[in-house]
């Protein structure tokens, strides 16, 4: 085949890849070093201020904890409820066809849509949590949940379990599908219980996909944006803020495009560590094995 | 067994029951909705919800903009990607890896540091405000992911294939197809699916480039709705309903292959 066809097929995605991607993001490194504002044209270098900025601005660090803690939280929970899940699913009880095809329709639906169910679920007069707090005499608990700044954090918590824990659920099953059967029964024969061939054989057999999705999910969550600006907007108080909202807010809120950028640096610094640990972990694994 | 039976019946009132409530809530009016009860009188029930969303406010307008966007970017991502994963998987190309490491990278940039540079780029191709602008800023999040998937597809067809259709004197958007794309179907499918709802649900972009009613899309709007002072719960819950809808009815026709797809790649070690 004629080589040069090669390049002139790639072309195109790598064109929008670079003027939509890469660009926008050396750039928006080099603006971090700026004191630009959206609401004016000039602007002028000023080394390394908005860094030291950052380091005494105390919203930042709050907000670095949040993001980290949220990201925790959020993805070991999310791996919990998702083998459990997965491992219902794999019981042959009447039904569970219909549940696995009704099971991720959570994972599909835009995150507005989903904040917005939420918000009105957690309305202190007309929403269904507190009604049914209600009708179970626990009147004193009745408020509207993402403005409590004690509850604000577990609700985002929540957005993310009820959105992402299906799919966890489905990839692990989708795992544990390729695990041969006589492996569960010799270790039946060897007097295993059901926790120990969980532990022995479905958990290493599933491994890779526990991997992955972890590694994927770690950088949604930490870069989520939507969740936390549409149900809080980093509020009560700054309970809920995380990196992005805080970047986003000092961005188009304060127009201090400068000062955001530079956050948005480091974020991706801390990805970008996140990640190269991940690749050296993942190639000694490969040595081991 | 009972405790699979437990699991099952918290995993449908968590999951499920939300959207079931809202969908209730959508038909209910504002003073059923406010009596605070679940249940409420036959006369509590109305389609007026739907009738006002539909004839009084600019809804149906953002509906067609969210249509349009997200089928423009659909469109525009299967081409692109379909000649881009044709060309990585068929023919040597110097750095292909970096190529491809490169394109999967951008999935863990954060978007908020993009954002300021994206919008000066469309403000200097003078797209603000405009479908185009949107179109193509959400390529981005699309395309990666689209070329990934697409690629995985063409590299378990036999090259074989396209050798005897070549020599058969075909040319290349003959052999893609004729040959090809039939085989790769389930794929494209996926991909057009992932594509069409990662940009009807997308708000960051939306949120800077749009700066009127010619671009609002369905998720601006229901979150301005949401967040408003006096809000009209059963309207919102409408407008909710149907922004959910398309997706779970495209989701319906590939879920299968859309599972399978996903959870490829981690399964093929």
């Known amino acids: 085949m004629d080589k040069r066809k090669g390049y002139y097929l790639i072309i195109p995605a790598i064109i929008i890849m670079c003027i939509f991607t890469l660009y926008p993001l050396i750039d928006g490194i080099r603006v971090s070093f700026t004191d630009k504002s959206m609401l004016k044209t000039e602007y002028s270098y000023i080394g390394i201020d908005n860094y030291k900025q950052m380091f005494s601005d105390p919203v930042f660090w709050l907000?670095?904890?949040?993001?980290?803690?949220?990201?925790?939280?959020?993805?070991?929970?999310?791996?919990?409820?998702?083998?459990?899940?997965?491992?219902?699913?794999?019981?042959?009880?009447?039904?569970?066809?219909?549940?696995?095809?009704?099971?991720?329709?959570s994972w599909v639906?835009?995150?507005?849509?989903?904040?917005?169910?939420?918000?009105?679920?957690?309305?202190?007069?007309?929403?269904?949590?507190?009604?049914?707090?209600?009708?179970?005499?626990?009147?004193?608990?009745?408020?509207?949940?993402?403005?409590?700044?004690?509850?604000?954090?577990?609700?985002?918590?929540?957005?993310?379990?009820?959105?992402?824990?299906?799919?966890?659920?489905?990839?692990?099953?989708?795992?544990?599908?390729?695990?041969?059967?006589?492996?569960?029964?010799?270790?039946?024969?060897?007097?295993?219980?059901?926790?120990?061939?969980?532990?022995?054989?479905?958990?290493?057999?599933?491994?890779?996909?526990?991997?992955?999705?972890?590694?994927?999910?770690?950088?949604?969550?930490?870069?989520?944006?939507?969740?936390?600006?549409?149900?809080?907007?980093?509020?009560?108080?700054?309970?809920?803020?995380?990196?992005?909202?805080?970047?986003?807010?000092?961005?188009?809120?304060?127009?201090?495009a400068g000062y955001g950028s530079s956050i948005g640096t480091i974020m991706l610094l801390i990805l970008s560590v996140y990640l190269i640990v991940y690749l050296i972990i993942q190639e000694r694994g490969e040595y081991l094995r | 067994?009972?405790?699979?039976?437990?699991?099952?019946?918290?995993?449908?009132?968590?999951?499920?029951?939300?959207?079931?409530?809202?969908?209730?809530?959508?038909?209910?009016?504002?003073?059923?909705?406010?009596?605070?009860?679940?249940?409420?009188?036959?006369?509590?029930?109305?389609?007026?919800?739907?009738?006002?969303?539909?004839?009084?406010?600019?809804?149906?307008?953002?509906?067609?903009?969210?249509?349009?966007?997200?089928?423009?970017?659909?469109?525009?991502?299967?081409?692109?990607?379909?000649?881009?994963?044709?060309?990585?998987?068929?023919?040597?190309?110097?750095?292909?890896?970096?190529?491809?490491?490169?394109?999967?990278?951008?999935?863990?940039?954060?978007?908020?540091?993009?954002?300021?540079?994206?919008?000066?780029?469309?403000?200097?191709?003078?797209?603000?405000?405009?479908?185009?602008?949107?179109?193509?800023?959400q390529l981005i999040l699309v395309l990666p992911f689209s070329m990934w998937m697409l690629k995985g597809y063409f590299d378990t067809i036999p090259i074989d294939l396209d050798n005897a259709a070549e020599i058969d004197g075909s040319n290349l958007m003959q052999r893609l197809i004729y040959v090809i794309l039939p085989v790769a179907e389930p794929g494209v499918m996926v991909v057009a699916f992932y594509s069409f709802v990662v940009s009807w649900s997308d708000y960051l972009i939306v949120s800077v480039i749009s700066q009127s009613q010619n671009t609002a899309t369905l998720t601006l709007i229901i979150s301005r709705l949401s967040s408003s002072l006096l809000i009209r719960w059963g309207q919102v819950c409408a407008v909710a309903t149907l922004t959910i809808v398309p997706t779970l009815i495209l989701f319906t026709f590939v879920q299968k292959r859309l599972i399978k797809g996903l959870t490829a790649g981690a399964l093929k070690e």
């Open chain 1, 109 to 256: 639906i835009p995150v507005a849509a989903t904040v917005t169910i939420f918000k009105f679920m957690a309305q202190s007069d007309v929403g269904f949590i507190n009604i049914i707090l209600k009708s179970i005499g626990l009147e004193n608990l009745v408020k509207y949940w993402f403005g409590d700044p004690k509850t604000a954090f577990s609700f985002i918590v929540l957005l993310h379990l009820w959105r992402n824990v299906p799919f966890y659920g489905i990839a692990f099953l989708a795992a544990m599908q390729t695990i041969p059967a006589s492996f569960y029964e010799a270790a039946e024969i060897d007097g295993a219980n059901a926790f120990q061939s969980f532990w022995y054989i479905t958990l290493p057999g599933i491994r890779n996909m526990i991997i992955v999705m972890v590694t994927i999910h770690v950088l949604w969550t930490f870069n989520n944006f939507d969740f936390i600006y549409l149900a809080t907007g980093g509020g009560p108080i700054n309970k809920t803020d995380v990196l992005p909202v805080y970047i986003y807010r000092q961005s188009w809120v304060n127009y201090a």
């Open chain 1, 63 to 105: 907000s670095l904890r949040h993001s980290i803690k949220l990201t925790i939280i959020v993805v070991i929970l999310q791996l919990i409820f998702g083998l459990i899940i997965a491992w219902t699913m794999k019981q042959e009880i009447p039904g569970m066809q219909i549940f696995k095809s009704i099971i991720m329709t």
């Open chain 2, 1 to 137: 067994m009972i405790v699979a039976y437990i699991v099952v019946f918290i995993s449908l009132c968590f999951f499920i029951l939300p959207m079931i409530w809202i969908f209730y809530c959508s038909f209910r009016t504002q003073e059923s909705i406010f009596t605070g009860k679940i249940i409420s009188a036959l006369e509590g029930f109305t389609f007026n919800n739907y009738i006002t969303i539909l004839s009084v406010t600019d809804f149906p307008r953002y509906f067609l903009n969210s249509v349009k966007i997200s089928s423009l970017v659909t469109v525009i991502s299967l081409i692109v990607s379909i000649f881009g994963a044709y060309g990585l998987s068929r023919y040597h190309i110097k750095g292909k890896k970096i190529i491809i490491l490169g394109i999967f990278s951008t999935q863990m940039f954060p978007q908020v540091l993009m954002l300021i540079p994206l919008f000066l780029v469309i403000f200097t191709l003078n797209l603000m405000d405009s479908v185009l602008g949107i179109v193509l800023t």
